[in-house]
């Protein structure tokens, strides 16, 4: 079975000042992970991914995230947080040819960015 | 990428009655999945859709209250039948591409019954 924990419930954050969301996970076999955003009234939008390579991978609105492989960790960070990321965020994992090929998201974790 | 169509975007529902969400794709997809959100909260899989076969659901969900088609690669109803206010949610599809792709989401469907 595969598992995503996201331990934060709420993130909260001063404007400018970096920001991270952690992650974890349990699967067997080699992950994909994601990240996703969801704003208010709003469907989930894609931020970033890791599917193999280099760990840590860029995402959009200035978003990375770094694969760690020993923690089995998957943490969202940005260096310079904005009001505008205030939202609640999704880690989701998924292992090809398993799980039916569905992806196991975590419970979200709502970022609040402060002015 | 694939963009997801989905309405309505909200409904205000009698309870007894049942709504039908529909969710179209701009590009074939294999899968396709219904999930149900409380605001604020992590998502739940309802059930998997694939073109051709009848959808998969997950424990707790059944046909009968949550009937499912697809009639092709591109399009997805579901039907929330006999509702009452515990089925106030918000419904969300989404498809998966393949191996190493992102899941797409509609805009999800606020649906309130009274």
């Given at each position: 079975a595969q598992s995503v924990a996201q331990p934060e419930d709420q993130v909260n954050v001063a404007e400018g000042n970096p920001l991270t969301v952690k992650c974890t996970y349990s699967v067997s076999g080699n992950p994909y992970l994601f990240w996703y955003v969801q704003y208010p009234n709003r469907g989930l939008q894609f931020l970033l991914k890791y599917i193999t390579g280099d760990n840590l991978v860029k995402g959009s609105y200035g978003f990375e995230a770094e694969f760690n492989k020993s923690q089995t960790s998957f943490h969202l960070k940005k260096p310079s947080a904005l009001v505008s990321d205030s939202a609640l965020y999704f880690c989701a994992v998924r292992v090809p040819n398993t799980n039916a090929g569905k992806s196991t998201f975590g419970d979200g974790t709502t970022l609040t960015v402060k002015p | 990428s694939a963009v997801i169509s989905q309405k309505p975007s909200r409904d205000i529902c009698q309870r007894g009655t049942s709504l039908t969400i529909q969710c179209q794709v701009d590009s074939q997809v294999t899968m396709m999945f219904w999930y149900r959100q409380q605001p604020g909260q992590s998502l739940t899989l309802i059930a998997t859709a694939n073109q051709g076969s009848e959808a998969t659901y997950e424990s707790g969900f059944v046909i009968d209250k949550f009937p499912i088609s697809?009639?092709?690669?591109?399009f997805s109803t579901l039907t929330v039948s006999?509702?009452?206010?515990?089925?106030?949610s918000i419904y969300l599809c989404s498809v998966e591409g393949g191996a190493g792709t992102e899941a797409f989401f509609g805009q999800g469907t606020r649906l309130t019954v009274v």
């Open positions: - | 697809r009639p092709n690669l591109t006999n509702m009452s206010p515990e089925d106030s």
